[in-house]
């Protein structure tokens, strides 16, 4: 059985070393998060997220939920404060939308 630690640095050599540490930095921030959900809009941000914790990273100590819930009734969400997480900033589309119906629909606090 492959160790934790080699494990990570396996996984971890697969990037360029500055994306591999921006990554840690990245999981770092997530559990740093004063949030009461975080919310990933893509199955690829969310797969990102598994696989830091698969490389020892904490998980966070709330729940994680990916954007189906907002296709689904919301309710659960109304009056939290709301971490949207998302793979790309390019257009922000995705991100708009979610934090609208959010705060229009749910009075969610969201960041």
Known sequence: MISQTKLSDRILSQFQPSIAGTLLEFGKYLTSLDVDYLLFMARKSLRLYDLLTT????????????DRV??????????????????????????????????????????
Do not use: Y
Not at 55 to 66: D, N
Not at 92 to 102: D, E, Q, V
């Open 55 to 66: 490389i020892g990273l904490p998980h966070v100590e709330r729940p994680v939920l990916s």
């Open 70 to 111: 907002l296709a689904q009734s919301a309710a659960l969400l109304s009056g939290k404060r709301v971490a949207l997480i998302d793979d790309t900033l390019i257009l922000g589309t995705s991100l708009s939308k979610a934090k609208s119906r959010l705060i229009t629909n749910f009075r969610a606090e969201v960041t």
